[in-house]
Structures are given as structure tokens and as C-alpha cells.
């Protein structure tokens, strides 16, 4: 069974990530959502928050499992049997970066590599933080987030405190 892991900080998961874990689904037998449970970011929602609220977005995606995880990405991987990481590039911007990334892994575990998907052209311009910045700011993005990640949202940054 060839099994990859998606990662990132996921807060909140948004259809730009759904649409790259989807595509992976195809490629893989399983597909691992790895949710970093502490990295350098200031989270909106806790690490439990952001595997609860991905659970409920990806639950229609049989071979999708949701995970927490800390310490080094590759560590993850090999402890779950992972052949790859799965990254999506939805930018040049993005490239420095995921290559940066890329050849770190590959110096601490040759033996697993990254695979990249091209972000699809409706979600090039998704990012967390402009789905946190508009929803705080009362608008509620529509198209590029789930109904359950709406519903979050919501509750977060409009229920009476
Ligand atoms: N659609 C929509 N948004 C996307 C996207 C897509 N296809 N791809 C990336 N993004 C967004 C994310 O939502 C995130 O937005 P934000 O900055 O507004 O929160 C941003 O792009 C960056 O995402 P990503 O590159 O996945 O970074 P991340 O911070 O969410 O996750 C980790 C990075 C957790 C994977 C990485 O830090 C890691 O592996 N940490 C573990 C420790 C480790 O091993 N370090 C060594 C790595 S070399």
C-alpha cells in the first residue's frame, strides 16, 4: 500500500487544500492529512480545532485519514509508512520555498520523496490567513471554503463572547 502524507498547519483547511488532497487520493492508496500541532505559526484554531473542523471537510474522501502531528515532518512520515509528502504549488512565490523544503527532507530521509500538484487555477489566490482576514472582518469567503470550515469561522470571530 503506497501511502503519502499531506501536511501543513491547516488553520482552517481551505478548497485549495481539499483540492490537492483530492488529486493525491488518485495517486496514492492513502493519503495521510499530517495537521501540525505546533510549528513557528500563531494559530486561530487549536490543533485539535484544526483536526476536528479537516475531518468533517475531507469526510467524503474514503482513503483520507486526519492526523496531528509535531517534530520533524520526515520522523511522521517514516513512523506511518510514508513513500512521499505531497506539496502544492500554487505560485512561483511558492517555489523558493518548497524547494528549500524539499532538499532538507531529502538530506534527513533519502528515501522519501515530494511530490508536487499544481494548485488549481480557481484556488491560485487561497491562503488561511486571507480566509481568517476576511471572515474577522465579517465577510465569510464563499467558493473557496467548506460549509463546516464556514460554520467555524463563524463561531470563532461572530458568536456573542
Ligand atoms: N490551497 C490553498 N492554500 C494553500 C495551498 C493550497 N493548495 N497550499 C498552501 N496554502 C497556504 C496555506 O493555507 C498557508 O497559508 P497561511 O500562511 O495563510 O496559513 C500557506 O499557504 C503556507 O502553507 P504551507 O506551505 O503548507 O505551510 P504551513 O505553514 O501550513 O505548513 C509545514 C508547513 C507544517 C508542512 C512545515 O512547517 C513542516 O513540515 N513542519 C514540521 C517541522 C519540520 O519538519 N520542519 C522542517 C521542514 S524542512
Known amino acids: ?38 510549528n513557528y505559526k500563531q494559530t486561530l484554531f487549536t490543533a485539535a480545532e484544526r483536526c476536528e473542523i479537516a475531518q468533517q471537510a475531507v469526510a467524503e474522501l474514503p482513503n483520507v485519514e486526519v492526523k496531528p502531528f509535531d517534530g520533524l515532518l520526515v520522523d511522521f512520515c517514516r513512523r506511518e509508512g510514508a513513500v512521499a509528502i505531497i506539496r502544492g504549488l500554487r505560485a512561483l512565490s511558492d517555489f523558493e ?14 528515501e522519501m520523496d515530494s ?32 460549509p463546516c470550515v464556514a460554520e467555524a469561522l463563524l463561531q470563532k470571530f461572530h458568536t456573542a463572547k
Open 97 to 110: 520555498k518548497e524547494f528549500q523544503m524539499a532538499q532538507m527532507n531529502k538530506n534527513v530521509a533519502p
Open 1 to 38: 500500500m503506497k501511502i503519502a502524507v499531506y501536511a501543513g498547519t491547516f488553520d482552517p483547511i481551505t478548497l485549495g487544500h481539499i483540492d490537492i488532497l483530492r488529486r493525491a487520493c488518485r495517486l496514492f492508496d492513502k493519503l495521510i492529512l499530517a495537521v501540525a500541532e505546533d
Open 115 to 146: 511530490v508536487f500538484l499544481m494548485t488549481s487555477p480557481e484556488y491560485q489566490f487561497v491562503s488561511s490567513s486571507i480566509v481568517k482576514n476576511f471572515s474577522e472582518l465579517g465577510q465569510i469567503p464563499d467558493g473557496i471554503i467548506s
